[in-house]
């Protein structure tokens, strides 16, 4: 089986930087995948890491390592609207996502 | 490009009915997959289907169930309406390629139950 481990709750001021970590633990993995969703919306997709590294897209960078069954997403520059849900999600052996509960990102003024 | 949707975008029902949640997915996406998302809660899949064939499905009992249509798009059926079954309903599509596919979520349906 599949789990991931986000914490729960995280947050920052305006301007600064927050990273969200996702431990996972696995029997089967292909790649992190991070999603972005806002109340009442449906998950976005920000980034996925296939192999060890940094990936960067504009203010958000997600990052992973395999031999630590570990990962994060970078947010920079931090805005009111950045206020959201973030879930990490892994891809089984068997095609199927496993998402994370969930860190809820908070942006202060 | 149009993106995924989702029809009824709110459904309300009474325990013991059935209900249909329709998706349609993204032009030239062959794979469809619903998610359930209790409120305040993480996403749990539900279904894949790809190429009109279920290929997986989640720790649901099999009054989940769905299908997907020649032109792709997908509909999720649930009987015998249960009081936690009230939940946002998501759909995504990918192109089917597997490892390392990005899904694209809907919008998704808010079920209601009674």
């Known amino acids: 089986g599949q789990s991931l481990e986000q914490p729960s709750e995280v947050t920052a001021v305006e301007g600064a930087i927050v990273q969200i970590n996702c431990t996972y633990q696995t029997s089967g993995f292909y790649g992190l995948s991070w999603y972005q969703q806002h109340d009442g919306g449906a998950p976005t997709f920000l980034s996925y890491?296939?192999?060890?590294g940094l990936e960067e897209t504009g203010r958000f960078s997600s990052f992973l390592s395999r031999s630590d069954s570990y990962g994060y997403l970078l947010l920079q520059e931090l805005q009111m609207k950045d206020s959201a849900s973030y879930f990490c999600?892994?891809?089984?052996?068997?095609?199927?996502?496993?998402f994370g509960s969930g860190t809820r990102l908070l942006v202060r003024p | 490009e149009a993106g995924v949707t989702q029809s009824p975008t709110h459904l309300i029902k009474t325990r013991g009915q059935q209900a249909t949640l329709r998706c349609s997915p993204i032009?030239?996406?062959?794979?469809v997959y619903w998610y359930q998302q209790a409120l305040g809660l993480g996403l749990q899949f539900l279904l894949w289907?790809?190429?009109?064939?279920?290929?997986n499905r989640g720790n649901f009992p099999p009054r989940f169930s769905g299908r997907q249509f020649p032109n792709y798009s997908s509909e999720l059926n649930v009987n015998a309406l249960e009081l936690e079954d009230s939940a946002l309903y998501l759909c995504?599509?990918?192109?089917?390629?597997?490892?390392?596919?990005?899904?694209?979520f809907g919008p998704g349906t808010r079920l209601t139950v009674l």
């Open positions: 995504a599509s990918s192109r089917g390629q597997g490892q390392g596919d990005t899904q694209y």
């Open positions: 999600a892994g891809m089984d052996s068997s095609y199927k996502l496993i």
């Open positions: 890491n296939g192999l060890d």
């Open positions: 032009s030239g996406h062959t794979s």
């Open positions: 289907y790809d190429e009109g064939e279920e290929r």
